[in-house]
């Protein structure tokens, strides 16, 4: 059983009359009323009761304000209008007291998943990590007294006679909870501690890593490293979630596909970038100096073998079309993979609203069914003039061979007070860095002076091209170097 810190070991005496370890413990029992589901839910109501495991030492409740309406099946369920939470608090106005009511305490409630899901989101749209040690009153009810007809809270208080006032209202089934939490605890404490759950996600952790391993890693975006018993790196990885996509190779169903991995990690490390280009930069970059055994894509260091040529068509229309490099020809942009080609032509059709039977995508048969969605004004069926078409297809060109120059990319960093920055110059990667915000604001030379230098190679360029035509990877800041040698932004 993974222990967490907010537990207070003691020997205590069991009915059997062998000392046994157990845990000392308090438990917060949660109940919360949403607007909906997960996806797009918030939460209209929380109770909380404080307890020992044989007696309540506190409680609080209260209605809270959602800021968007109930869904109407909820509100029948529950009785909680979008009248009744129309004055209500805030989440953040209660924010601190329910972290005081929980911290140092078990998270108990009945389907645990279900409260404290909402509540992990409730205080990441904060910008704060809520992460408790959990418990659920349905599992450990199935262990201790099994084979009843229903274990849904209801019915199951109705089967070993729980009084229930009411139900779908938090403080109701909070208490309700509370009192089938206080049965089972003195039914079998030693299975109630049992199930006890670190906030890790049901994974099958390797047998060789330590399980307090996955107790820090952040749910931000960066790189992450997988070691061997030598220290050896075996894996390089990125994500916007470093804590989800770690977990990701853990998962029982990826076992068979990372089984070599599985077997090998002995331990975990990471760098946080806050910018996912900064990430995506540091990954190859990473991949390529490491060589780690298990990393394929990004090992090698040689031209990028695709490309995206244009052409013309017998009718006059611009087309365009993926294929492999050729130092003959002059390209768009070189790329990676034919797939890659391929999101980057789709991604061009749908913002230009280009035919993407001219762009080699699909074949024409009878009429063109991106035409009749309105995706396509019908170009290769003739029904624009190849004047307009190609108007538009030279604006894509441009937006696709975007020509690296003297520039700064700034993004969010790895905290609130931070940005990060990647520099080109020249038309080469120089690097990434990290600047705290107060500082961002000096002359250009000094700024420059937080890049980490870095080598260039075409899937540096490739990366920063692909970011910079996506629009998403932050503000682009453009600059010149004067006859002295320094540097200046561009107006």
């Not at 589901?37 to 209260?62: M, N, Q, S, Y």
Request: aromatic share 8%; proline share 4%.
């Amino acid at each position: 059983m993974h222990v967490g810190k907010s537990y207070f070991w003691a020997m205590a005496q069991q009915q059997s009359g062998v000392q046994t370890s157990i845990p000392v413990a308090e438990f917060a029992v949660v109940d919360v009323e949403t607007t909906g589901t997960i996806h797009d839910g918030k939460i209209t109501e929380i109770a909380i009761i404080v307890h020992d495991g044989t007696r309540e030492l506190d409680r609080f409740t209260t209605l809270l304000n959602p800021g968007r309406r109930i869904d109407p099946y909820v509100a029948r369920l529950t009785g909680i209008t979008d009248r009744m939470v129309a004055d209500a608090p805030l989440f953040e106005e209660h924010a601190q007291r329910i972290l005081e009511m929980t911290r140092d305490r078990i998270f108990v409630a009945h389907n645990v998943s279900f409260d404290y899901a909402f509540l992990k989101m409730e205080f990441r749209s904060m910008g704060m990590e809520f992460k408790r040690d959990t418990l659920d009153s349905i599992d450990i009810c199935r262990r201790i007294i099994p084979d009843l007809p229903s274990y849904s809270l209801k019915k199951l208080c109705t089967s070993i006679g729980i009084p229930m006032n009411g139900h779908h209202r938090a403080l109701d089934d909070t208490e309700a909870t509370a009192l089938l939490f206080a049965k089972l605890y003195g039914m079998d404490i030693k299975t109630v501690f049992s199930r006890v759950k670190a906030d890790i996600p049901d994974v099958n952790i390797p047998p060789n890593l330590p399980s307090t391993q996955l107790e820090g890693i952040p749910e931000s975006t960066g790189v992450y490293y997988f070691h061997d018993a030598d220290d050896q790196i075996l894996y390089i990885g990125k994500s916007v979630d470093l804590r989800k996509r770690i977990f990701s190779h853990f998962h029982p169903k990826e076992k068979k596909k990372w089984a070599e991995l599985w077997r090998a990690i002995h331990s975990i490390t990471f760098e946080e970038t806050g910018s996912e280009l900064a990430a995506l930069l540091l990954e190859s970059q990473q991949i390529k100096q490491q060589q780690p055994r298990l990393n394929v894509a990004l090992k090698m260091q040689h031209p990028l073998p695709y490309s995206i040529f244009e052409g013309v068509n017998d009718q006059g229309y611009v087309t365009f079309s993926i294929r492999r490099r050729d130092t003959k020809t002059d390209s768009i942009i070189d790329l990676r993979g034919y797939r890659e080609g391929e999101r980057l032509l789709i991604r061009t059709a749908e913002r230009f609203k280009l035919c993407r039977c001219l762009m080699g995508l699909q074949q024409l048969k009878g009429n063109c069914f991106q035409h009749q969605i309105k995706e396509c004004d019908g170009a290769r069926m003739g029904l624009v003039s190849a004047e307009e078409y190609n108007a538009r297809a030279a604006r894509a060109r441009q937006s696709m061979s975007i020509t690296l120059e003297n520039l700064l990319i700034v993004s969010a960093g790895r905290h609130a007070d931070e940005y990060a920055l990647v520099q080109v110059e020249q038309g080469r990667y120089m690097g990434y860095g990290f600047i705290a915000k107060e500082d961002a604001n000096g002359p250009l030379d000094i700024v420059l002076e937080h890049i980490r230098p870095q080598e260039d190679n075409p899937d540096a360029q490739r990366i920063i091209r692909n970011a910079l035509f996506s629009g998403k990877q932050g503000k682009r800041l453009r600059y010149r170097i004067n006859d002295d040698g320094t540097r200046t932004y561009l107006a």
